[in-house]
């Protein structure tokens, strides 16, 4: 069965509080060789049968109205995991 990821960041312009925070912990924790985290979201879909253009279509559709918030966030990827690999 594959597994359709869907990756979501904060738009780039935007603050990110959790990318912040992060990135001030690893400071504290010496990793100094970071200058900035972006935290971000992913979805995985498990679908029964191929994972084909329509149905891609389909999770973009969704993607974009369901699982991002398209004022402060960007769909950054959708790929297919297949259970032998993988597939961008």
Known sequence: MPTIVVEVMPKA???DPQGKAVA???RRLGKTDFT???VGKRFELTVEGPADAALLAE???????VLSNSVIED???IFVL???GETR
């Open 24 to 26: 001030g912990a690893l």
């Open 59 to 65: 999770v973009q559709e969704l993607a974009d109205t």
């Open 75 to 77: 769909v950054t990827g």
């Open 82 to 84: 297949e259970a032998a």
């Open 13 to 15: 312009e935007l603050l």
């Open 36 to 38: 900035g985290v972006r």
